[in-house]
Nanobody, 118 residues
Framework: QVQLVESGGGLVQPGGSLRLSCVASGIAFQFYNMAWYRQAPGKQRELVASITGAGAGNTNYAHSVKGRFTISRDNAKNTVSLQMNSLKFEDTAVYYC??????????WGQGTQVTVSS
């Protein structure tokens, strides 16, 4: 059974930081491309950041978070993390962990709420 379990969301003031984590089980984690998406109320889900698997570790970021967010992975712990700094009101959303292996597998976590508010 595949599970992606996110944690680390919460309420933070503008300019603050949060670190999201996603622990995967039931997959050969090191081979999967991992990503964080987010969905704000009334908006489509959007890609925030991604990191490739199979040892490459190439990263990609949405323009809106570049320079503020950092995605990383620990294959030994089956974990992908998203360090979010200098948070803005517009970063408020439900953040989802995603695991993809080619066209054969695509899994989602249940999401974790991030609220940026003063």
């Amino acid at each position: 059974q595949v599970q992606l379990v996110e944690s680390g969301g919460g309420l933070v003031q503008p300019g603050g930081s949060l670190r999201l984590s996603c622990v995967a089980s039931g997959i050969a984690f090191q081979f999967y491309n991992m990503a964080w998406y987010r969905q704000a109320p009334g908006k489509q889900r959007e890609l925030v950041a991604s990191i490739t698997g199979a040892g490459a570790g190439n990263t990609n970021y949405a323009h809106s978070v570049k320079g503020r967010f950092t995605i990383s992975r620990d294959n030994a712990k089956n974990t992908v993390s998203l360090q979010m700094n200098s948070l803005k009101f517009e970063d408020t959303a439900v953040y989802y962990c995603n695991a993809v292996f080619g066209v054969v597998a695509n899994y989602w976590g249940q999401g974790t709420q991030v609220t940026v508010s003063s």
